[in-house]
């Protein structure tokens, strides 16, 4: 324990810059006792652990969503997994994220700094699972199920980038209600409670941007494969009919802000006629 909360230590200093500690040998020793006091209380259950994966420090992915929907789908998206079983739609409690049916299907979360892992819980899960832990200083722990369900680890681990959760399922659709990474991030660092973000790539911005499309039409349109322009900050995607432009779909990379614009009408006005003079 003693060596681990050595280690502990020189992560939480190095990861928000408290290794300036005063130059004179006593009040150093008093400065890193007292850290050493506080990181002791968080291990013994004084200081609780918080759900990783529901804090702006987090943003997830994962394999799919049922009928090749967006990320954030309200009915069957990730995001279900992190809404504490709070998603209810029209008096259906719609609390679990469902896969697109495909072998092997995973979720992952991402810290924007690196945190320490206690505990992984998976509630609901229609398969068995194991975790893997992205260090952030290279390599890798593997987590497997056990009997009870969660996984926990003999002593928490320190420098986590990200987590992700393996199912072992074949083709078929897989369903989970919630998953919880628990854990404790650096020492003085700022986040707020609540829904984690998307992981942004162009392969969840394309499916959110053919949602946003399909709820814009109401009828079929033949359109060119989308054209995706990846710049600085967000995702460009345009869809046509032959050559022309017809819908447009912005997305922020860092909040996943979906921003659409039509581009022609879907319908045409009726014709009007000038009164009469």
């Not at 973000?197 to 359109?223: D, G, K, V």
């Not at 989308?226 to 432009?245: A, F, N, S, V, W």
Request: charged share 20%; with cysteine.
């Amino acid at each position: 324990m003693k060596r681990f909360l050595a280690c502990l230590l020189v992560y939480s200093m190095a990861a928000v810059g408290l290794a300036q500690v005063p130059a004179d040998p006593r009040a150093k020793v008093e400065a890193l006792e007292k850290r050493i006091k506080q990181l002791e209380e968080q291990l013994q259950g004084k200081a609780q652990p918080v759900n990783l994966g529901r804090t702006s420090l987090a943003s997830v992915s994962a394999s799919s969503v049922n009928g090749s929907r967006a990320l954030d789908n309200t009915f069957y998206g990730i995001l279900n997994c992190f809404d504490d079983g709070a998603n209810w739609q029209n008096n259906i409690n719609y609390t679990y994220w469902l896969s697109g049916g495909e072998p092997s299907p995973w979720a992952q979360v991402d810290f924007d700094v690196p945190v320490v892992v206690t505990q992984i819980v998976v509630e609901g899960a229609t398969a068995a699972y194991s975790a893997r832990l992205e260090m952030a200083k290279g390599g890798e722990v593997i987590l497997e199920q056990p009997p009870d369900g969660g996984m926990k680890p003999a002593e928490p681990i320190a420098g986590v980038k990200g987590v992700r959760v393996t199912f072992a399922a074949g083709q078929q659709n897989l369903r989970v209600h919630e998953i919880r990474i628990m854990g404790y991030v650096p020492d003085g660092t700022q986040y707020k409670a609540g829904l984690p973000r998307i992981l942004m790539t162009e392969r969840n911005a394309e499916a959110i941007a053919l949602e946003a499309y399909q709820n814009w039409s109401s009828s079929i349109w033949h359109f060119t494969t989308p054209k995706l322009e990846d710049r600085d900050t967000h995702y460009l995607i345009t869809y046509r009919r032959g050559e022309l432009p017809v819908f447009r779909c912005t997305i922020d990379k860092r909040t996943g802000k979906v921003t659409t614009e039509e581009l022609v009408e879907l319908a045409p006005k009726a014709p009007t006629t000038a009164p009469a003079r």
